[in-house]
């Protein structure tokens, strides 16, 4: 628990300059909280624990990490220096015997305290969530005693991925991010016990599950946190027998790395390991990643480029896939050629693009579609114009569907605009303001 500790800290310290907009080295974390700079770096690689509850909310405040840390802290004092894995284990062990002993055998000493203090972790302060308020840790230690708890058939784990894909292109990520995890732990204890015929499909559906959650934590603006579940998912992806969803995974990856501070170099190179694992296969994923690849020539300048793998993203379009697979939707084509279109295409174009698109998105790429207009209303010499459309499309969201995605794109309508001009737009008040809002997390 030390060292998830630590890398929470060095997390938030990472991220501190994309969520307040100034950066946050080690010597001023040291000024705030009174530690030294040494101190800090042993916190956070999990050598040392701070000493009080009072430092935490210290180090909590000039963060600004929103009481994460303060929430966690009191696991962290019971658990201390057990690695998670440990606790897994010991967990798994006290299982075993509730269920080889019956309900009626009671854990004793340290395996009871471990075992509900691992799930308090796990289910509760880790995903940073109310879980306890629906009774997840009863509804899965009741399926520990039925002895049903490790029950999903691969259709029914296919069923819970559909499920959960539909929620985030639907839901507010804040809303979804808790049953996402939860069944994330619940693939995972499934592994744990899963054959090695079984082991297969089970890698699958922990890729798919692992991509949905880069997604969501992409949308939440937790680049550093989605990034590594993006490397879990590949790997769950490599270690299955499926071709198709490793290129599925690296190709989404692609995709939602244009909305972080990802360099478009290693967008474009992901993007090319994708086409190249899938070769001469049509999938999904082979078109989301010459989506990535168009949408990313298209912002750093690469009219022509941008134009001919658009070209190639409509053959390939047109050509036989599987257009339920991973919840394949073809207005993903659409909302391609309208992003391209945008920056360097024609108004028809666009336009037509945008249309196609806006009927079958989900509430984010609606939203950003619109915000593409904005996009090409300012590049066409119209600034004023595109800042009041994007501030007009921020500020009729609802706040808890309002993303770090959404906020994305709004800021590159302002990169369209001159410096030398930007002080002399009406709409620049009201734009800056509509960006300030508040984005649930």
């Given at each position: 628990m030390a060292h998830y500790f630590g890398a929470l800290i060095r997390d938030l310290r990472d991220s501190y300059e994309l969520r307040v907009g100034e950066p946050l080295t080690v010597a001023q974390l040291s000024i705030r909280t009174g530690y030294s700079p040494s101190m800090l770096g042993a916190i956070e690689r999990g050598e040392s624990l701070p000493e009080s509850g009072l430092r935490v909310q210290s180090i909590d405040d000039a963060l600004h990490a929103d009481g994460q840390l303060k929430t966690l802290w009191p696991v962290v004092q019971r658990l201390g220096h057990c690695p998670i894995d440990d606790l897994a284990s010991t967990t798994n062990r006290a299982t075993e015997s509730y269920r080889e002993n019956g309900s009626s055998t009671l854990l004793h000493g340290d395996d009871m305290e471990r075992r509900h203090l691992f799930q308090l972790a796990t289910l509760g302060l880790l995903a940073q969530a109310p879980i306890f308020g629906a009774g997840e840790p009863i509804r899965q230690l009741l399926e520990q005693s039925l002895q049903t708890s490790e029950g999903h058939t691969i259709d029914d784990w296919e069923?819970?991925?559909?499920?959960?894909?539909?929620?985030?292109?639907?839901?507010?990520?804040?809303?979804?991010?808790?049953?996402?995890?939860?069944?994330?732990?619940?693939?995972?204890?499934?592994?744990a016990n899963a054959t090695p015929a079984q082991a297969g499909e089970l890698h699958r559906i922990t890729a798919w599950l692992s991509c949905l959650q880069g997604n969501l934590l992409t949308r939440l603006g937790e680049y550093g946190a989605a990034r590594r579940w993006w490397t879990t998912a590949r790997h769950a992806a490599d270690a299955s027998p499926d071709r198709d969803m490793q290129v599925w995974v690296r190709g989404s990856e692609a995709v939602f790395g244009l909305y972080t501070p990802r360099a478009t170099e290693s967008i474009l190179l992901l993007s090319r390991k994708a086409q190249q694992l899938a070769g001469e296969r049509v999938t999904p994923g082979l078109i989301g990643a010459v989506c990535a690849e168009a949408q990313a020539l298209a912002v750093s300048g690469h009219r022509e480029k941008a134009l001919e793998r658009l070209n190639r993203l409509h053959e390939l379009a047109g050509r036989s896939v599987n257009r339920q697979?991973?919840?394949?939707?073809?207005?993903?084509?659409?909302?391609?050629?309208?992003w391209v279109h945008s920056f360097s295409g024609t108004s028809e174009a666009a336009r037509e693009a945008r249309d196609r698109a806006a009927s079958s998105m989900g509430y984010q790429d609606q939203a950003n579609v619109r915000l593409h207009e904005a996009i090409h209303l300012s590049n066409e010499g119209g600034h004023n114009e595109g800042l009041q459309l994007a501030?007009?499309?921020?500020?009729?969201?609802?706040?808890?569907?309002?993303?770090?995605?959404?906020?994305?794109t709004a800021r590159m309508v302002l990169d369209t605009v001159p410096i030398e001009k930007r002080a002399d737009l009406p709409a620049l008040g009201d734009y800056r303001s509509a960006l300030d809002a508040p984005v649930p997390n």
């Open positions: 069923a819970v991925c559909a499920h959960h894909l539909y929620a985030v292109n639907n839901q507010p990520p804040a809303k979804v991010r808790d049953d996402l995890l939860v069944d994330l732990l619940a693939v995972q204890r499934s592994l697979e991973f919840g394949w939707n073809p207005g993903s084509m659409w909302f391609t050629t309208s501030a007009q499309v921020i500020a009729t969201l609802e706040p808890t569907y309002l993303t770090h995605m959404i906020l994305h």
